[in-house]
């Protein structure tokens, strides 16, 4: 199970040689990680990680969504039932399982990332089967104790340059404080991502609405949320904050008169919203974060297009995240035009558009990003945060936006000790990419490096104002 | 016109190699076909077949599409008009034609196929012209009346190991019967294709559902008609059947409270059903047969997406079938989701979905492939079964849903004698593709080895139970 | 910089050296283009292009909106503003804003279109940058007075053998009459283009249809409406033209009723159309104009799918054609019925589809073409007229249209300097993926000679009755 050293370089032995070339010269440099899930206390307690499966299986959707797609249960896999009830706590034994069941991972990125990390991490060449199942949990739970595996160890060993976190508007920021506190030379960032107190359809949404105004001192009405949501933006921005961050349903954007968005507001605050006003607030909602962007500089991202929670059984018993939200077809080109009618001139803003339907990318993404100077192209995402869907991401967009309009790329996980592989992966992609276009004739190989070192580092740094 | 033995085989020589040891290992294997439209008749009757145009020309869509589309009238090829009115009737100048014009097969699966056929079958390593036409005809027509080219001898010589037909709930299976009876060892196994009892805009729909009804003893209501279904399957069961199969316009699916399908049933027996009505019991049948699936445990089949009959001309002179079914655009996160809701957790339930919408494939498809316990991607279908199109399917669905959430190949032909060739493309792109994870170090080979079977026997072997 | 000979060849050795013999067999063929935006009068006059912004910079949208996208606003290029406010005239100023931003286009096709134009016309091999950019400026200046580079040296350097324009149903076709009259040996056809006096959203339509009638002398109502088409499309018949073209938002066909067809002309002549009444005509028109071109046997053309000027302040200030342009998702199935069902089968007809939505390719445009006998693809077109755009136009319209219900090359530009690499760019690229056919073995190399000079010269000729 080595490692290859080219891995998903291109198989042509000349394109391979200008591909490792490239690979060389970014492998080394800095990650910065300004979109991804870790939890901020990691950084803030510093604790070590508990075992193998809780490291590796229980917090990675898209390993027990293959499994569960292959008749496990999720009760075997340990993932803690609502009604609290009995679930596998034997970590030894839910390993096993994810084990026995390896073999559904070839060619994914999951099987990629997990191998590099056991070889980096722990030095495992030897690939996981249900014979060597125990040997490679025996290994890894003797390693996470030590002091190298501790979370600030681990950034450190990861060269992070910066890593942010997802947060709530009603998160007090603890941990970052904490961090900051410390004196530890780390970088952890919150993002500001506000959906439980705008989507009025999520459980909840009064209460956080109401919660929200509460925390900024502003009354609970049109003005004073929108104003808590500006005192909220600010406090965050204090403690590092450079971006915001929006998954919605659609990229539906509108842009009411305000009156009529202040009636809105009241209305979804009231009992009797319909999936039609729940929809125009959050797509209100769009431009005004919008709006909010040009005057704090927060950098906006949008997530669209995710059917959440489509299994009702096994959210009823799990609740979200469970491996079920499917990608639903986009559009963006008659979304986005509210919101870029108010504000897709102003240079001070920038929207960084993801997309889980590829076919937006030559069709839509890549020729608005091509032309809006507020717009760029995230990375991947997602399902297609993989060898093959990087790939189609560059040959549908480059044509069309350049490499300019795109972001560099976006962790996007809560599996931490993945985020170097998922990296080295995106750079290994890239490079290749950018070799095929060299060994065709056109690009030369010298600009084919500046390109390659703007991929993995230059364009996140000043996209993301890190 | 020597068939290349490294055809289809990626072209960079260190992976070509591995492919070469892929195919080798799987390309003897016997061939699983539990998807098709062979005729029963031929295994019962064993009868010779007539002559190349026959056999080749007229049963074959694909190609005479390719000739109208560039001005061939489908009377010139012998295509039986509605109105009994004239066509050619000399299978020789039908050949001809389709000689002159073979050149627009280039680039297509169709040439691949056939001249698979010619080569393997009759020995012919010529090209068909307008100058060979008459040589290619005479060897071929020569070779058909022998025993080795009747239909059990070449079921055996294809290393067949069963084949599915596609057979209407109001059928007597009189050819599998007789199959059964005859003492052959061959395995000819009938699909239950309820479309004519289940789609209210079909011609004859009403009767049909009379027939249906009366066939199996029931009352012409809705729990007599479903209980009628339920009869028809076990019969189907009782020969051999392990799969049934839908072909909708849409994937939607419903799941309407008892008295609401009952009245819909009522509704669509009447004369006064609207196009919605019509979708809607359309609809609520899926699920209905989902259902049943749970308790028989038959394998349930679903290809949505094709626009049947564009060409009304076409159709008022030639009836169904005549290369004018064009796809659509087609969802299927929200349309299977009543369905899925109703019995997508239940493990004894086995949904192979298919698709004409390749944009389906990585955005829904493998998503709720690789979440959903009872789906199962069907291989590329019908314009997408081809070198290009089987590559793209294994792109856009082996990162998120993996292998084994696909199910093998089906060769969905009536064309006979080009089912090994079919086979043996699908088991060289899926080679092809699988050598190139190994040579950018995606897979190990020895796994590679083990996928390969998969693909070209056992996934087929597993999910259709055969 | 020097231009690689093998650019865009496959990378594999072996599949590039047949590449190369393919392309060497088509380099040279004369240019045909059929559709395109340059000026007649160039042709007419012959009078020298003034300064390389002004023939590089200001007239290729594909250039300022790359700069737009990056913060360059359109007033420093020298883009005249509708208000007639102060703009860059410096062209030396604008050339260094376009040399300052050039690595932009790394992996743009408008990068390789450039540079083979300064290679092969001024013999430039040197990289546009900040510090070449006054070099570079000077020696194009300095060539650009000289006879050679006039436009009708131009058109016999480029080895054009016949170019179409676009022109205005009202246009008097003055450039296309002094082009015939002067004896120059030239062949600059017109093409009828009728959006603006068939589209009542256009500004100006009711006036438009009024001059129309006027011009043609016929009353302004639905039946001299249509005459007066019939009598233009006569006009610019009689001065060459082959064909017409019709750029609508969506590809939506009409067919109705006589008296419901000429009501509706009354109502969008008059004030209160709806935009669907609009929509209705335009489908209408289509249905009408595919008539008419089955009795004067112009080729139709139809390009749908574009939300055009979708930048409002930018169209408010600049006008048309700013990089504002976005694709849409477009539907064909449905859309064109009505049109079909009318003349579809009619063998008078051709009707060459383009697409801005890359689905449509392997699911409704090859389907459709790959059947109905009027139909025959466009090339990749605008955002996707690239190497990648015409390589995945390939792979996902081949194996089910072939290549004979394909049209060849348009290189559909107003950078009149542009044609010779846009054509030579088409060759490259369709030579690459025949070149690949045969290196897998799908093609004979004889057969792919054949393909070869179809794709670069044949089909276009026989297509647009050159």
């Given at each position: 199970m080595a490692l290859h050293p080219d891995r998903l370089l291109p198989i042509d032995p000349g394109a391979r040689a200008i591909a490792r070339r490239l690979y060389q010269s970014v492998a080394k440099l800095p990650l910065l990680s300004p979109h991804g899930h870790t939890d901020p206390r990691w950084y803030a307690e510093d604790a070590p990680f508990s075992d193998p499966a809780t490291l590796f299986v229980q917090p990675d959707h898209y390993i027990f969504r293959m499994l569960y797609s292959q008749g496990v249960a999720l009760e075997a896999l340990g993932i803690p039932r609502?009604?609290?009830?009995?679930?596998?706590?034997?970590?030894?034994?839910?390993?096993?399982?994810?084990?026995?069941?390896?073999?559904?991972?070839?060619?994914?990125?999951?099987?990629?990332?997990?191998?590099?990390?056991?070889?980096?991490?722990?030095?495992?060449?030897?690939?996981?089967?249900?014979?060597?199942?125990?040997?490679?949990?025996?290994?890894?739970?003797?390693?996470?104790?030590r002091p190298e595996f501790r979370p600030r160890a681990l950034y450190e060993r990861f060269n992070l340059e910066a890593i942010a976190t997802t947060d709530s508007p009603?998160?007090?920021?603890?941990?970052?404080?904490?961090?900051?506190?410390?004196?530890?030379?780390?970088?952890?960032?919150?993002?500001?991502?506000?959906?439980?107190?705008?989507?009025?359809?999520?459980?909840?949404?009064?209460?956080?609405?109401?919660?929200?105004?509460?925390?900024?001192?502003?009354?609970?009405?049109?003005?004073?949320?929108?104003?808590a949501h500006r005192i909220r933006r600010a406090f965050f921005k204090g403690l590092g904050a450079t971006s915001t961050d929006h998954g919605h349903p659609t990229a539906r954007t509108a842009d009411l008169p305000l009156a009529e968005a202040s009636s809105l507001f009241d209305t979804v605050m009231g009992s009797a919203a319909s999936p039609e006003q729940a929809e125009l607030f959050r797509a209100q909602m769009l431009t005004e974060m919008a709006r909010m962007s040009t005057e704090d500089g927060l950098v906006m991202q949008l997530h669209p297009?995710?059917?959440?929670?489509?299994n009702p059984a096994l959210f009823a018993r799990f609740g979200t995240d469970m491996g079920a939200d499917i990608p639903m077809a986009t559009d963006y080109v008659r979304a986005l035009k509210p919101l870029l009618d108010a504000v897709g001139n102003d240079p001070r803003l920038t929207l960084v558009l993801f997309t889980l339907d590829e076919t937006s990318y030559g069709r839509e993404l890549a020729p608005l990003a091509g032309h809006y100077s507020c717009l760029r192209l995230g990375p991947p995402w997602w399902f297609f945060d993989s060898p093959d869907g990087m790939k189609r991401f560059r040959e549908l967009t480059t044509e069309t936006a350049g490499f300019a309009n795109t972001v560099g790329f976006n962790d996007d996980t809560r599996a931490y000790l993945s985020i170097p592989?998922?990296?080295?992966?995106?750079?290994?992609?890239?490079?290749?990419?950018?070799?095929?276009?060299v060994a065709d004739h056109r690009l030369d190989e010298d600009e084919a490096h500046e390109v390659a070192a703007d991929l993995a580092y230059n364009l996140a740094k000043r996209t993301y104002k890190l």
């Open positions: 609502r009604d609290g009830g009995a679930v596998e706590t034997d970590t030894r034994a839910i390993w096993r399982i994810f084990a026995q069941h390896y073999t559904l991972f070839r060619g994914t990125p999951t099987r990629l990332w997990f191998e590099q990390s056991l070889a980096d991490l722990f030095g495992i060449e030897e690939r996981l089967t249900a014979q060597t199942a125990d040997r490679l949990y025996d290994r890894i739970a003797e390693c996470l104790p009603l998160s007090d920021l603890a941990g970052h404080a904490t961090v900051r506190r410390s004196g530890w030379s780390g970088r952890v960032l919150p993002a500001y991502r506000p959906d439980f107190t705008v989507d009025p359809e999520r459980e909840g949404f009064r209460g956080n609405v109401e919660r929200l105004t509460a925390l900024a001192g502003t009354p609970t009405n049109w003005a004073g949320y929108l104003e297009g995710s059917f959440r929670n489509h592989a998922r990296h080295d992966m995106a750079r290994r992609v890239d490079c290749a990419f950018l070799a095929n276009l």
